[in-house]
């Protein structure tokens, strides 16, 4: 399993921005294009974005030019800078790897939790 464990989340104004993080395991890490996915009330999880284990990434058009995904290697991690954030962004964030527009594993991590509102 992937052992994804996410953190950054919190309550920001319209506006705003967060950093969220994700500590996954080496082999997977390693291995996998990894994404973030998110889950808004009433809805069914989305894919947001995606980064490939060379650094090519992939948005939704709904978020592009204002979210960056990245990747540190030396700490397992990924990471999502989300700014101008706007109220429909409100979700639970959560990571895992990607295999064709698809989590990988059917594990999840708790999830963070990013909620924007005035």
């Known amino acids: 399993q992937g052992q994804f464990v996410e953190s950054g989340g919190g309550l920001v104004q319209p506006g705003g921005s967060l950093r969220l993080s994700c500590a996954a395991s080496?082999?997977?890490?390693?291995?996998?294009?990894m994404g973030w996915f998110r889950r808004a009330p009433g809805k069914r999880r989305e894919l947001v974005t995606t980064i490939t284990t060379d650094g090519q990434t992939n948005y939704v058009d709904s978020v592009k030019g204002r979210f960056t995904i990245s990747r540190d290697s030396a700490k397992n991690t990924i990471y999502l800078q989300m700014n101008s954030l706007r109220p429909e962004d409100t979700a639970v964030y959560y990571c895992?790897?990607?295999?064709?527009?698809?989590?990988?594993?059917?594990?999840w991590g708790q999830g963070t939790q990013v909620t924007v509102s005035s």
């Open positions: 080496r082999r997977v890490f390693n291995m996998y294009t």
């Open positions: 895992n790897a990607v295999i064709a527009s698809s989590a990988a594993f059917s594990s």
